[in-house]
C-alpha cells in the first residue's frame, strides 16, 4: 500500500469512530515525533503493539481485501503463559462494505467479535481437522451473545449492531461488512498479529509500503524500524 492511502485510510477510519462516538486515548493523535520522543514512557504499547494497523494482506487490493484496525490495549504472553497478569486485549476495528478479512484461525487467541454499529457483519465459518487444518466439511459450535450456536462448513452468522460472536482456537473464519461499512470491536485473550494469525491462503498479515509521502501516524508494523529498543 501506498503511505499516502494509508494516511487516507486513518482518517476515515477516525472520522467513522467519531460518527459511533467513539473517542480514542491520547496515543491515538501522536505524530511519528511525539511517538519516538516518548518512546521510554510509551515502552508497553510498543512491546504490546497497541496502535494503528491498516493492512491489504499484501494483496494490494484494499477495497476489496482489508481492514483498518486499532489495539487499545493488549497484555503480554508471557503473562499469558504465565496464567496471571494482564492476559487479554482490546481492539477496534472498520470492516467496510463488501471487503473481506480472508480466511484464518488462530493458534492461542479466543476472542469475541462484536458488531458495535453501522451495517449487518457476515462471519463465514468452518472447523478444523485432526492437524488443525481447516477441514472443508467441518462444522462445530460457538457462542453468540452467551448462547450456543451450532455451525455446519461454510455456514454464515449474520450479526446486527449489539450482536456478537465468540471463536475460539481452532475455529477459521473469515468476515465482511454487508449494506454498510461495520464498526466491530473485538475483546481476547493476549493478541500476537505477528505468529498467531493462521491464514488458510498463503497471504501475508501486513503489508509492504511504499513510502511516497510521511506517515501522519505510525502503525503496528512500523515500531520495529523506528524505536531503537521495545
Given at each position: ?81 504465565a496464567g496471571r497478569g494482564m492476559c487479554y486485549a482490546e481492539k477496534l476495528l472498520i470492516s467496510r462494505r463488501d471487503q473481506i478479512s480472508?480466511m484464518h484461525t488462530h493458534r492461542v487467541k479466543a476472542e469475541d467479535i462484536i458488531n458495535r454499529g453501522g451495517g449487518t457483519l457476515v462471519?463465514?465459518?468452518?472447523g478444523s481437522d485432526a492437524g488443525g487444518h481447516l477441514d472443508p466439511q467441518g462444522g462445530g459450535a460457538v457462542m453468540c451473545d452467551g ?84
Amino acid at each position: 500500500m501506498k503511505r499516502s492511502e494509508i494516511n487516507s485510510r486513518l482518517q476515515d477510519a477516525a472520522a467513522m469512530f467519531d460518527r459511533h462516538g467513539v473517542s480514542l486515548p491520547p496515543f491515538a493523535q501522536w505524530t511519528p515525533a511525539e511517538f519516538v520522543a516518548r518512546q521510554d514512557s510509551a515502552a508497553h504499547l510498543i512491546r504490546s503493539r497497541c496502535g494503528w494497523d491498516v493492512t491489504d494482506y499484501g494483496a494490494g487490493r484494499f477495497d476489496e481485501m482489508g481492514l483498518v484496525l486499532f489495539t487499545l490495549r493488549n497484555g503480554l504472553l508471557s503473562d499469558l503463559n504465565a496464567g496471571r497478569g494482564m492476559c487479554y486485549a482490546e481492539k477496534l476495528l472498520i470492516s467496510r462494505r463488501d471487503q473481506i478479512s480472508p480466511m484464518h484461525t488462530h493458534r492461542v487467541k479466543a476472542e469475541d467479535i462484536i458488531n458495535r454499529g453501522g451495517g449487518t457483519l457476515v462471519v463465514e465459518l468452518f472447523g478444523s481437522d485432526a492437524g488443525g487444518h481447516l477441514d472443508p466439511q467441518g462444522g462445530g459450535a460457538v457462542m453468540c451473545d452467551g448462547l450456543p450456536v451450532t455451525f455446519g462448513a461454510g455456514d454464515k452468522l449474520r450479526l446486527a449492531p449489539g450482536e456478537s460472536v465468540t471463536l475460539r482456537p481452532g475455529d477459521w473464519h473469515a468476515f465482511w461488512a454487508e449494506q454498510a461499512d461495520v464498526l466491530i470491536g473485538e475483546v481476547s485473550t493476549v493478541n500476537d498479529d505477528e505468529t498467531d494469525n493462521i491464514f488458510h491462503d498463503p497471504i501475508s498479515r501486513f503489508s509492504q509500503i511504499d513510502e511516497d509521502a510521511e506517515p501522519a501516524h505510525l502503525l503496528v508494523s512500523d515500531y520495529a524500524a523506528c524505536f531503537t529498543a521495545e
